[in-house]
């Protein structure tokens, strides 16, 4: 199965263009998408979560048109949003069971075996009878990503999955993840770059409702390799040097600046190569936009 | 520290939106207020007077309990909901500094914000005169001070009491809700005081105890007279000082214990609940790698969708019931359910038993209110309740379909009102059965519960479905759905609209009866909830298609998913919906406006209008009058019709020549008319002018009819019911227990009832101001006809009458025969001499109690009880009171006229008693189901009985004028008779409950006059003085002169005016003239007084104590006060004459008991003393132990204080 977005344009009513134009082909697999924060990730994934309709433009999952036959999308849709909220008074097991009777699931021994796997997997068993409004931050979020996971969905939407997870867990998600991904299209965003190479076949970066690049992450980095150079800087310097040339991000590294320029030829002497990655990739793409956009 | 919180705190809250929406709300209502000039003041009060300002002041800082909690629940809570309080509370602020800041800045704003009104209405005041709704002389000039003192002592010390409350709330348990809640529970308190402050007996408590005192103010006001009431302000004194100090204290108090208990490092503690922790459950450590997640079977079907739509609605029912609101609320709602069924429904303060209607009908006091604002809200929450705890995202991408969601939701609520319908169930049947009533009526409950109850709800709730559809945000939502109702109740009113057809959710009223069940109602219930439940059904339909699933608010895809929704299925929806509506609608105003002619309001009074001014010129014409009459009434129960032919012979008592007949229809109602036949002996008449607009025709006699002329006429009239009105009981023949009278048939000439009376409507109509319906004494016409009638002087009657198979039917006069034919009974009836011209025919399934009186000279009477065949409870007490009252009047006033005495039960669709010649129709609900199990409970059946018996003679021998004054010849005089047979029978105490009553009623009275009061010999239509007034200064005189004494003027009186056969009938001047040859000079004052002048006194104990002496008895040292006061129609005070008074003083003992188990007084010492105005102190030596002592003791001079008149004694220190 195939999801295919064709021309996607949204524009709010107060008047932000949320989507620009936006032609994405995401096969199964695991699919990235990067962006900062507002660049319209959240937009585009709820439009496929079939939440939110848009101007013009086209989604296709195999052959549902998702944004007329919503309710097929629905059927065999994971969803996590961004941001969510739980019945405060309902224990995680009773409201996965609820939720999975929802998703179709009416046969109760099949339920009930669904829900205390996923509850394992996602490390919740041995507080399945709390009710959720006692959960931690990490909790609710781990409750977020079963209830994402119930009914064998073709297409899994997760919006920011490992935001409030401590580093264990991420990784226990993303495994969880990856293990899903196999036969099914999972869309992951983040801003969180390593995630993305790490995990997924395919991405794409959007900036200001605009997909600025997508493919292979492997490929992307590619073409910027030989590109990137780096330097240490005294912090005051750091103006001058973005006059200069392109400065595609600045971090600190023992108490320096460091700063990485994308430029064909080496910029000076005092540069030395850097070995490209996707976090190049990301910043070379979006600070220059970003920047002309801010003016 | 103080100041700048403070002054953050106003300059935050003066930037919300909502703190100048709180102000605008207020300040729209007072204007609209005060330009309509729609306050609460009668006629004759200026709109603006003091004690409307400051009635309106308090009533609106009630509803600004919602305000208060509003504005002093949230300062505190700020810092919670935006999660400031993590880090504000880390500054260098005192808890003291923090929260007297916020308090003192919010109350600031909340006095600012309710200044709004007062603002408006000052603004609205000036601008009245301009618009005119009122006339521009009810607008006095502005008093600033009306509007301050008000303002400073009821307005503003009611919103700090209640703010306080919130404000301890919140800053104590940090919970909003508590804050929504309480405010609602305050005012629920606070109906409940309202409540109990129906009865006069708890009047003091209440105005000590009343949070708002609305209660207090409105006792010191209630009997200030129109005059009073545009002068006067309540001075802060008193009872009121009290109350205040109450009310303003334990604001203060709450404030301070939170001042002294609130602690940042508290506040900021998480509530975690107090539970124990449990160790971690067995933590079998399983590799979440290792788990598979299983496969599953997925199915999506019609029978799968049907079952999560149930499932879903009974999650949202549980999620309803949960709420702390909906239980509070709910709890509220239940036990107002409860005690309005216990204490409701009590005639004279003596309680009902707990019959299944009025079970039911307590649904409609305080209980539907609640229940509607529960709906209302809780209709909100269902329908954000995803949005609300940001579980929207992830349940909108479910896979449910869009209608099972919607659907669940509204199935939920249909859930939780058929649930709140059961309460009215289950709490009369708990209030029956804990009362020993068993007769427990299920069909009743069942029908009126589910069938007519049931859909009201769900029309509720569908338009506030409607209105939480479309509006996305909750808190609009609500807004809107209220400001919807507000609106409708508004246009209801104070706008006059009261065309059911146009008011969402509206239906004519309906009464259920004992003896007709549910009647004729159903059939106009079901139109107009079958109209309204497809309005809101469409409604429903509407919200469906632009109800928002998922996160898109914008108006274009909001749109766009609208016409998505709109599929052939939807559309099909939508369009029965509207030709149901439509059809129904179309249906129901043929029958109201077509068949049955509705009127608004102002068309009625436009109407009364044109009537005086077109026919007015036929006043007083001369007709000819009645002298004998024969009736043939074919009564058609179950078609609710009848045809009724009258043959009257009429003779022309006149001097003048009568040309033409006028019969006076009346303007047609729903109680159609159709004239079959009229002739005049034997010839038909001819029709010369018609005035279809209200109902009076002009007809040529065939002949002239000179002087003493007589002919006979002949007339048949169809009259009976079609389709059903907008509004009315329409109850003059129903299916079971007909009821009307001689009305059936026109009347001769114009009648000045049809007039407007109201000198404003005069005014605005162009007609004089008229004072008197009736001529002086002295005049011609006044003193050639009758009071009730001016057809016809005395008559002869005789008629048959036929009714269902299964009926019983009743006319005036003995039954001569009685028979059936064709399937009908036919009774025959005839009159023995002569009667005024009155009768009834009344017709329904009764059973028949009889008993026989005997009288001295051996002379009996039959007793006939025409009873409901339940309605047993109290049919002694009606034999009773008619056998007493034949053994008095027969003693006292003469001869009973007739051998049979009838009293007749009529359903409850009005509550009265009614004496037509030998026969008294008795309504359902007078008495019938009395509870007279307290015997210190006023017998009222007893006494209304004995009432309406009187007027066998004050009334049917005594048949006054029609002249001003006449009311009191027949209805003061029965209320005197029936006052002294309830003293033979139940001894001077009972006497003192019921005459307070009337004291209470008539203070009332003429406290809310319109025009003027008028006095006792001419007042004619001021039924507060011709009972009340007129029954007190009647008990008051056979007190003063002797009861013995005055029955025997009244007895020469009958003797002279009993039956007079030819004019000049009686008037107030001959009745007076009798009263007065029995008065000595020295109490002559008091007729003055009483019958001529206006007077009230004003007698209290200044103080009262008493000291044993050496020999064992007491002394006892009296100092009373005494005033006596004049005053004017209008309530002016006119004079305080200094001659002295003849009044009780008295001494009592300890409390006893009579033999029928009442509470009496035990007088020690009880004399008449002549009482100079001012003080006067009395000692008396006494053998026994003296309890209270004081002056008018038994509350028999009209005075608007009378608690203060006896008092416990103290013991005299030396």
């Given at each position: 199965m195939e999801l295919k977005i064709e021309n996607l344009n949204k524009t709010y009513s107060n008047g932000v263009q949320a989507l620009k134009d936006v032609s994405l082909t995401i096969p199964n697999g695991m699919f990235g998408?990067?962006?900062?924060?507002?660049?319209?990730?959240?937009?585009?994934?709820?439009?496929?979560?079939?939440?939110?309709?848009?101007?013009?433009?086209?989604?296709?999952?195999?052959?549902?048109?998702?944004?007329?036959?919503?309710?097929?999308?629905?059927?065999?849709?994971?969803?996590?949003?961004?941001?969510f909220g739980v019945y405060p008074k309902v224990s995680s097991y009773n409201m996965l069971d609820h939720i999975a009777s929802l998703k179709g699931i009416s046969n109760k021994g099949e339920r009930k075996d669904l829900v205390e796997s996923l509850l394992t997997k996602t490390n919740l068993w041995h507080v399945k009878n709390k009710s959720l409004g006692t959960y931690s931050g990490g909790m609710k979020q781990r409750f977020g990503i079963a209830q994402a996971l119930i009914g064998d969905p073709q297409l899994i939407i997760v919006d920011e999955p490992t935001a409030g997870l401590d580093p264990a867990e991420r990784v226990r998600f993303h495994n969880l993840l990856s293990e899903i991904g196999e036969n099914t299209i999972v869309i992951l965003s983040t801003h969180i770059v390593e995630d993305v190479s790490n995990l997924c076949h395919n991405m794409a970066i959007i900036c200001l409702g605009e997909v600025v690049a997508k493919g292979n992450p492997a490929d992307l980095t590619n073409q910027v390799a030989g590109k990137i150079w780096k330097k240490a800087i005294d912090r005051h310097q750091l103006e001058d040097y973005k006059n200069e040339m392109q400065v595609i991000s600045t971090h600190l590294k023992a108490g320096q600046t460091i700063i990485h320029v994308i430029s064909d030829d080496k910029p000076d002497a005092s540069f030395e190569t850097s070995s490209a990655n996707l976090e190049d990739v990301y910043f070379a793409e979006i600070t220059s936009r970003m920047e002309s956009a801010l003016v | 520290m103080f100041k700048e919180i403070f002054k953050f705190e106003i300059k935050y809250r003066l930037k919300r939106p909502a703190t100048w929406a709180y102000f605008g709300i207020l300040f729209l209502f007072g204007i609209i207020v005060g330009i309509s000039g729609d306050t609460p003041a009668s006629e004759k009060v200026f709109v603006n007077s003091p004690t409307a300002i400051a009635n309106m002041l308090s009533i609106i800082s009630i509803f600004g309990i919602m305000l208060s909690s509003a504005i002093m629940g949230v300062p505190v809570y700020r810092d919670i909901e935006h999660k400031t309080e993590n880090y504000y509370f880390s500054y260098p602020i005192t808890e003291k500094g923090y929260l007297m800041g916020r308090f003192f800045g919010s109350m600031a704003v909340l006095f600012f914000v309710s200044l709004g009104f007062q603002i408006a209405l000052i603004i609205g005041f000036s601008l009245g005169p301009i618009f005119e709704f009122e006339p521009a002389d009810r607008f006095a000039p502005l008093n600033l001070w009306h509007y301050i003192q008000p303002t400073l002592v009821l307005y503003w010390t009611n919103f700090f009491f209640a703010g306080c409350i919130f404000f301890a709330i919140v800053s104590l348990t940090k919970k909003v809700m508590l804050a929504y809640a309480g405010g609602a529970l305050l005012f629920i308190a606070y109906l409940v005081t309202l409540t109990l402050a129906q009865d006069i007996e708890n009047k003091n408590l209440v105005s000590l105890l009343d949070p708002f005192a609305l209660g207090t103010y409105g006792n010191i006001i209630e009997y200030w007279t129109p005059e009073e009431q545009n002068t006067r302000m309540v001075p802060l004194a008193g009872i009121l000082v009290w109350n205040r100090v109450i009310w303003l204290g334990l604001g203060l108090l709450l404030f301070f214990i939170t001042l002294f208990r609130f602690d940042f490092q508290r506040f900021l503690n998480k509530n975690y609940s107090s539970k124990k922790k449990k160790k971690t459950e067995s933590e079998e450590d399983v590799d979440p790698a290792s788990i598979a997640i299983p496969k599953v079977q997925k199915v999506f079907s019609g029978a799968l969708n049907f079952k999560l739509l149930w499932n879903l609605a009974l999650l949202e029912v549980k999620n309803i019931t949960r709420d702390n609101f909906f239980r509070a609320i709910f709890l509220a709602a239940v036990a107002f359910l409860f005690f309005d069924a216990w204490f409701g429904f009590p005639v004279y303060g003596t309680p009902s038993l707990p019959m299944t209607y009025y079970m039911l009908e307590v649904k409609d006091f305080t209980y539907v209110i609640l229940i509607f604002i529960l709906i209302v809200f809780m209709t909100g929450e269902v329908l954000h309740r995803e949005r609300g705890v940001r579980y929207d995202q992830i349940f909108g991408s479910l896979p449910?379909?869009?209608?099972?969601?919607?659907?669940?939701?509204?199935?939920?609520?249909?859930?939780?009102?058929?649930?709140?319908?059961?309460?009215?169930?289950?709490?009369?049947?708990?209030?029956?059965?804990?009362?020993?009533?068993?007769?427990?009526?299920?069909?009743?409950?069942?029908?009126?519960?589910?069938?007519?109850?049931?859909?009201?709800?769900?029309?509720?709730?569908?338009?506030?479905?409607?209105v939480h559809s479309i509006v996305t945000k909750k808190f609009p939502g609500h807004v809107l759905a209220i400001a919807i109702w507000v609106f409708l109740f508004g246009l209801n009113s104070l706008a006059d609209v009261n065309n059911n057809l146009y008011l969402y959710g509206y239906s004519p009223g309906y009464t259920i009866s004992d003896m007709n069940g549910f009647g004729h109602f159903g059939e106009s219930l079901f139109w107009f909830r079958t109209y309204w439940l497809a309005c809101g059904a469409f409604l429903t339909f509407i919200g469906f298609l632009f109800w928002k699933r998922g996160t898109d608010s914008g108006r274009k895809s909001r749109f766009q998913i609208a016409r998505g929704r709109l599929v052939t299925s939807t559309v099909l929806l939508l369009v029965i919906c509207i030709a149901v509506f439509v059809g129904s609608g179309f249906y129901i105003n043929y029958n109201t406006k077509t068949l049955n002619k509705y009127a608004t309001v102002d068309q009625g009074t436009a109407g009364q209008a044109e009537y005086e001014k077109t026919l007015g010129q036929y006043d007083r014409i001369a007709q000819p009058k009645v002298v004998d009459v024969y009736v043939k009434a074919d009564l058609m129960p179950e078609e609710r019709s009848t045809t009724v032919t009258t043959k009257m012979q009429l003779v022309n008592k006149s001097n003048e020549v009568i040309d033409s007949l006028h019969l006076n229809w009346g303007a047609p109602n729903s109680f159609h008319k159709e004239l079959k036949s009229l002739t005049v002996d034997g010839q038909e008449l001819e029709l010369g002018k018609r005035h279809d607009k209200f109902g009076y025709e002009i007809y040529a006699f065939n002949e002239a009819l000179q002087p003493q002329d007589t002919v006979m006429l002949e007339m048949t009239v169809w009259g009976g019911f079609k389709g059903f009105p907008n509004e009315g009981s329409g109850s003059s023949i129903v299916y079971n227990g007909t009821f009307f009278n001689d009305g059936f048939f026109p009347s001769f000439g114009y009648s000045a009832q049809g007039e407007l009376s109201s000198d404003q409507d005069r005014r605005e109509y162009e007609l004089p101001v008229k004072d008197y319906q009736l001529p002086d004494q002295q005049d011609e016409w006044g003193l050639s006809n009758l009071l009730f009638n001016d057809d016809a002087d005395y008559i002869t009657f005789e008629g048959v009458v036929s009714t269902a198979p299964d009926q019983l039917a009743i006319m005036p006069g003995y039954l001569q025969k009685e028979w059936e034919e064709n399937g009908r009974k036919y009774y025959h009836y005839k009159m023995e001499g002569e009667l005024d011209f009155f009768y009834n025919v009344s017709s329904a399934r009764y059973d028949v109690h009889r008993e026989l009186w005997t009288g001295k000279d051996g002379e009996q009477v039959n007793i006939e009880i025409f009873h409901h065949p339940s309605h047993k409870y109290n049919i002694d007490r009606l034999v009773n009171g008619v056998q007493k009252s034949l053994d008095y009047f027969t003693e006292y006033y003469g001869?009973?006229?007739?051998?049979?005495?009838?009293?007749?039960?009529?359903?409850?669709?009005?509550?009265?008693?009614?004496?037509?010649?030998?026969?008294?129709?008795?309504?359902?609900?007078?008495?019938?189901?009395?509870?007279?199990?307290?015997?210190?409970?006023?017998?009222?059946?007893?006494?209304?009985?004995?009432?309406?018996?009187?007027?066998?003679?004050?009334?049917?021998?005594?048949?006054?004028?029609?002249?001003?004054?006449?009311?009191?010849?027949?209805?003061?005089?029965?209320?005197?008779?029936?006052?002294?047979?309830?003293?033979?029978?139940?001894?001077?105490?009972?006497?003192?409950?019921?005459?307070?009553?009337?004291?209470?009623?008539?203070?009332?009275?003429?406290?809310?006059?319109?025009?003027?009061?008028?006095?006792?010999?001419?007042?004619?239509?001021?039924?507060?003085?011709?009972?009340?007034?007129?029954?007190?200064?009647?008990?008051?005189?056979?007190?003063?002169?002797?009861?013995?004494?005055?029955?025997?003027?009244?007895?020469?009186?009958?003797?002279?005016?009993?039956?007079?056969?030819?004019?000049?009938?009686?008037?107030?001047?001959?009745?007076?003239?009798?009263?007065?040859?029995?008065?000595?000079?020295?109490?002559?004052?008091?007729?003055?007084?009483?019958?001529?002048?206006?007077?009230?006194?004003?007698?209290?104990?200044?103080?009262?104590?008493?000291?044993?002496?050496?020999?064992?008895?007491?002394?006892?040292?009296?100092?009373?006060?005494?005033?006596?006061?004049?005053?004017?129609?209008?309530?002016?005070?006119?004079?305080?004459?200094?001659?002295?008074?003849?009044?009780?003083?008295?001494?009592?003992?300890?409390?006893?008991?009579?033999?029928?188990?009442?509470?009496?007084?035990?007088?020690?010492?009880i004399e008449k003393q002549w009482v100079k105005p001012g003080k006067s102190k009395f000692t008396y030596v006494v053998n026994d132990k003296p309890l209270k002592a004081g002056i008018d003791p038994y509350n028999k001079m009209i005075d608007r204080i009378p608690d203060d008149n006896l008092v416990n004694l103290e013991e005299a220190e030396d």
């Open positions: 998408l990067l962006g900062p924060n507002g660049a319209g990730k959240s937009s585009l994934m709820r439009t496929i979560a079939t939440l939110q309709q848009a101007d013009s433009g086209s989604i296709t999952l195999g052959d549902i048109d998702v944004l007329k036959d919503k309710s097929r999308v629905r059927e065999i849709l994971g969803y996590l949003p961004q941001e | 449910i379909p869009n209608g099972i969601i919607y659907g669940s939701k509204f199935l939920a609520l249909v859930i939780v009102s058929f649930f709140l319908v059961n309460m009215v169930l289950i709490s009369g049947v708990l209030n029956q059965v804990m009362k020993g009533y068993f007769n427990f009526e299920f069909g009743m409950y069942f029908t009126d519960l589910y069938l007519i109850e049931f859909p009201r709800y769900i029309i509720f709730i569908m338009l506030a479905f409607f001869p009973y006229q007739y051998r049979q005495m009838r009293i007749i039960e009529f359903p409850r669709y009005s509550t009265f008693a009614q004496s037509f010649p030998n026969t008294v129709p008795f309504a359902e609900s007078f008495g019938w189901v009395g509870d007279f199990s307290d015997p210190n409970d006023l017998d009222y059946i007893f006494m209304v009985t004995s009432h309406e018996v009187a007027h066998q003679w004050w009334g049917h021998q005594i048949t006054p004028s029609a002249t001003r004054g006449s009311n009191q010849i027949s209805e003061s005089m029965a209320e005197y008779s029936s006052l002294m047979v309830m003293k033979k029978e139940y001894g001077i105490d009972a006497m003192q409950d019921f005459l307070k009553r009337e004291l209470d009623r008539y203070l009332t009275g003429r406290a809310g006059e319109s025009k003027f009061e008028k006095t006792l010999l001419d007042n004619d239509t001021q039924s507060y003085v011709w009972y009340r007034k007129g029954g007190l200064i009647m008990y008051g005189l056979q007190d003063l002169i002797g009861e013995e004494n005055l029955n025997t003027a009244f007895k020469r009186y009958i003797d002279s005016a009993a039956f007079r056969p030819k004019p000049p009938f009686t008037t107030t001047t001959e009745w007076y003239r009798h009263i007065n040859e029995v008065t000595p000079d020295s109490l002559r004052y008091y007729l003055e007084d009483s019958f001529e002048n206006i007077t009230l006194y004003s007698n209290k104990v200044e103080n009262a104590t008493y000291k044993e002496l050496d020999d064992g008895t007491y002394e006892v040292s009296l100092e009373v006060e005494s005033i006596k006061r004049y005053f004017d129609g209008n309530g002016k005070l006119l004079e305080e004459p200094t001659n002295a008074n003849y009044l009780d003083i008295a001494i009592f003992g300890e409390d006893g008991q009579n033999d029928l188990g009442m509470t009496t007084k035990t007088p020690i010492l």
